[in-house]
């Protein structure tokens, strides 16, 4: 996994996917189409319509812009949709209920984003595509606090959001340099933990804090750090269909990758081509 820091454009590219989405309720879905299996052997919970659990906002991977759901996970949720002949429909619920797999017993969704990286936990609840990202956790403060490093922050706040990967990264990283984590539910309520003053300090992935600091110059990335991580896309664990859908969706993957959909969609969101 690189490590390589990402930016986005200030100007998008000019190919854009464009997604047909409406942002479902966290309810039990009363009133859909029963469950059907489409022309791929694939069955959806309801017809015509591949559910995606994600909790919003995790930008730019998925985030609402005015009333539409959009970015780099979403889109590429789209070709999933794409290949099942069928339409996206995001459904924003809490993090931790998709990566411990509630989600998909209660048949909230067929399939699971939300940059989430893969990791030895987690594979004991949901199943993982194959890796389609690489990232890594980094550091975000207001400039001019004079904070370079983890050993910066003895003594003072942390943010990190809760059942995320910088969370555990916080938590390793405490003893040795002193500082007390605080949990926020999500990212938005973190970052502006920064800007407050709440805490003196935020670690999540480089991808949305350097996005972040696009638009909020008086805070700065300062450190990344070289965790090795790799996001996975999520289906139900020790299912046939789940399995099925899963296999599906790395084709469409590979497939993107090939054909150059794959990067055409990573400099969409990022202003860059994709490593390769």
Same mark, same amino acid.
């Given at each position: ?16 996917? +464009?997604?047909?989405?409406?942002? &479902? ?19 959806? !919970? ?14 730019? =991977?998925?985030? #609402? ?6 970015? =780099? ?47 030895? #936990?987690?594979?004991? &609840? +949901? ?19 004079? !904070? ?9 706040? +942390? ?10 990264? &916080? ?31 935020? !670690? ?9 600091? #696009? ?10 750090? &070289? ?50």
């Amino acid at each position: 996994m690189t490590t390589s820091r990402i930016r986005r454009a200030s100007a998008l590219a000019a190919v854009t996917l +464009v997604s047909t989405l409406a942002l &479902a309720a966290c309810g039990s879905g009363d009133g859909d189409t029963p469950a059907a299996t489409n022309s791929a052997g694939v069955t959806l !919970i309801t017809a015509g319509k591949l559910k995606a659990c994600t909790h919003l906002s995790y930008k730019p =991977f998925e985030f #609402k812009e005015g009333s539409k759901v959009v970015g =780099f996970d979403v889109d590429l949720g789209d070709l999933i949709a794409k290949k099942l002949g069928v339409e996206q429909e995001v459904v924003d619920i809490e993090f931790g209920t998709i990566t411990s797999g509630a989600a998909f017993a209660a048949k909230k969704c067929d399939i699971g984003y939300g940059a989430t990286t893969i990791n030895d #936990k987690r594979k004991l &609840a +949901v199943l993982f595509s194959d890796p389609y990202f690489d990232a890594t956790q980094a550091l975000i403060v207001k400039k001019g606090s004079g !904070i370079t490093d983890l050993p910066g922050l003895k003594g003072k706040k +942390v943010g990190v959001q809760t059942d995320t990967t910088g969370q555990s990264y &916080a938590e390793d990283n405490k003893a040795a340099n002193g500082y007390t984590p605080v949990v926020f539910d999500d990212l938005p309520t973190q970052l502006a933990g920064v800007l407050s003053g709440r805490v003196e300090g935020a !670690i999540n992935d480089n991808g949305p804090l350097f996005d972040y600091v #696009k638009d909020n110059p008086t805070t700065e990335v300062v450190k990344e750090f &070289a965790t090795g991580e790799q996001y996975g896309l999520m289906y139900k664990i020790k299912d046939a269909n789940g399995t099925k859908l899963a296999e599906l969706g790395n084709q469409v993957l590979k497939d993107a990758k090939a054909d150059g959909t794959y990067n055409t969609i990573y400099k969409k969101w990022f202003g860059v081509d994709a490593p390769k």
